[in-house]
């Protein structure tokens, strides 16, 4: 793929090529396409991401979503899980990393080169050899089957709440503007979620 939502897009945004990110942008990927969806200019597709690590990166650029439009939604679990929905037809699809997959399956030395080189014990040689591989790591990821990478499930569960938009008070403890549904109410004061100390 080429052009602003291609996989070199997400390399300059993410700001360096890495198995990670080339997962998230699969994944994005596989999603759009079990969902029929295009990227979304606006609201039109929903992603929900369970992490907050390289692969979301991929996700943002291949499917157009983003925190500031709403529609990029985040969910703490620090588990590689990426559920997207399609607005114009309430389809919904969850895509989970294999358990089993590594970049073992590509590459058996390219764990260990990566150590050398992330260490700084690599050679110059050796980190070209890992520029090579980690492209080649990047590629397989990219051009592999999805049953591979994911196991993909279908939703029929309600899609996401439309993004809202609130209007924004001061916190009587620091004088910051917050947004009005995150107040937290407290002997008569509104706060914001630090001053109010959760």
């Known amino acids: 793929m080429t052009g602003t939502r291609s996989f070199d897009a997400a390399v ?3 700001g360096h090529r890495c198995p990670g990110l080339a997962l998230g942008y699969r994944a994005a990927d596989v999603g759009l396409e079990v969902l029929d969806a295009n990227p979304s200019d606006d609201e039109e597709v929903v992603a929900v991401v369970e992490n907050d690590a390289c692969g979301v990166d991929g996700i943002q650029v291949r499917t157009g ?27 919904g699809v969850r895509v989970v ?8 399956r ?6 260990a080169l990566r150590e050398r080189v ?9 980190r070209d ?3 090579r591989r980690l492209r080649a790591v990047c590629d397989a990821i990219l051009g592999a089957p999805a049953d591979d990478l994911f196991v993909v ?6 899609l996401p709440e439309a993004a809202q938009i609130h209007r924004s008070v001061v916190c009587d403890a620091c004088g910051e503007s917050v ?10 004061r509104r706060l914001c979620i630090p001053c109010a100390g959760r």
Do not use: W
Not at 179 to 188: I, N, P, T
């Open 12 to 14: 300059a945004f993410h």
């Open 65 to 91: 979503c983003t925190f500031g439009k709403g529609n990029l939604r985040f969910l703490d679990h620090d588990k590689h899980v990426y559920t997207f929905y399609n607005r114009a037809t309430g389809r």
């Open 97 to 104: 990393s294999r358990p089993d997959f590594s970049t073992v």
């Open 106 to 111: 590509f590459d058996p030395g390219f764990g």
């Open 118 to 126: 992330q260490g700084g014990t690599a050679s110059p040689e050796e």
């Open 129 to 131: 050899m890992y520029d």
């Open 153 to 158: 499930t279908p939703l029929e569960a309600p």
């Open 179 to 188: 947004s009005e549904h995150r107040v937290v109410e407290r002997d008569g």
